[in-house]
């Protein structure tokens, strides 16, 4: 694979001192950046996520995942509770000062359902978007998360899928 060639900003010389990242709603998310992002994989009911912020807030910590829409292997299996529990998930994000909250989506509709529900409560918090491994390929999907600048993108690599096709895909 030629990284230089395909992809400059990874294959940089060591005498690039060039800091990449960013920072959103205060956080920095660059290469020496440590984020913690602790939460419920699939939410649950509303009990379990004032307690899992309630949990972050007393150590310190600002930025959480939870998973109101998460793909499984089996369609009979939780797959958290969809956007009913968006509304008070965002609000009490803020009611506990949880600045960034990692959400994966699965469908191009969750991006606008998201960012609606957000304004909707005065933004109480922010939203990174999260592209699990089973949509690390999907394409309609990435580009839909790709074309929008509202929320940052975390990609977590596919199942069987070699580097390239996932740098590819980002």
């Known amino acids: 694979m030629q990284v ?3 992809y400059p900003i990874l294959a940089r010389s060591q005498q690039d001192k060039t800091s990449y990242g960013f920072v959103f709603q205060g956080l920095n998310f660059y290469q020496n950046s440590f984020n913690i992002f602790a939460g419920l994989n699939a939410v649950d009911n509303k009990t ?3 307690l899992t912020f309630k949990a972050l807030q007393a150590t310190g910590l600002n930025c959480a995942r939870m998973g109101a829409f998460k793909p499984r292997t089996s369609p009979y299996n939780f797959q958290g509770l969809g956007q009913d529990c968006l ?3 965002f609000e ?3 009611k506990y000062g949880v600045k ?4 994966e989506v699965t ?3 969750h991006i606008s359902l ?3 529900i957000l304004e909707q409560l005065g933004n109480p918090t922010s939203v990174l978007l999260q592209i699990g491994t089973r949509n690390a390929q999907n394409f309609e999907l990435l580009k839909a998360v790709g074309s929008q600048i509202q929320f940052p993108i975390l990609y977590k690599r596919g199942y069987g ?3 390239e096709e996932s740098l590819a895909a980002c």
């Open 4 to 6: 230089a060639v395909n």
């Open 48 to 50: 379990n996520v004032e």
């Open 87 to 89: 509304p008070y998930v």
């Open 92 to 94: 009490l994000a803020g």
């Open 100 to 103: 960034v909250i990692a959400m």
């Open 107 to 109: 469908h191009d509709r």
């Open 114 to 116: 998201i960012s609606k």
């Open 161 to 163: 899928i070699t580097l």
